[in-house]
Nanobody
Framework: VQLQASGGGLVQAGDSLRLACTAS????????TGWFRQAPGKEREFVAA????????YAGDSLQGRFIVSRDSRKNTAYLQMNNLKPEDTAAYYC??????????????????WGQGTQVTVSS
């Protein structure tokens, strides 16, 4: 499975961005698509995930109110809609897929394939 992440950029606080993660290859085996982010000097952290049946998990209340994860199976693409962005959201955002079920969607070690990352920078 190959993953291509896109949609990052430089925005101002309060703006929105939509990230996309397009999969190719053995896409029929994908069970979970997860989003993670890593800010400079910090560890990679879980953001959100969506499973094949449509179960959604967010990292916490603060993200759930601003971020929305979705997927379009026909396009083999998952999305992360990010609204009301804050400077603390600045990070490289990565998508990843897990071919197995069910597993801890918040654990980066559980994922089998990763995209290259897309940078999101939010200025104040």
């Amino acid at each position: 499975v190959q993953l291509q992440a896109s949609g990052g950029g430089l925005v101002q606080a309060g703006d929105s961005l939509r990230l996309a993660c397009t999969a190719s290859g053995r896409t029929f085996q994908i069970y979970t698509t997860g989003w993670f982010r890593q800010a400079p000097g910090k560890e990679r952290e879980f953001v959100a995930a969506i499973t094949r049946p449509g179960e959604i998990t967010y990292a916490g209340d603060s993200l759930q109110g601003r971020f929305i994860v979705s997927r379009d199976s026909r396009k083999n693409t998952a999305y992360l809609q990010m609204n009301n962005l804050k400077p603390e959201d600045t990070a490289a955002y990565y998508c990843a897929v897990d071919l197995h079920q069910p597993r801890d969607v918040t654990n980066a070690d559980r994922y089998d394939y990763w995209g290259q990352g897309t940078q999101v920078t939010v200025s104040s």
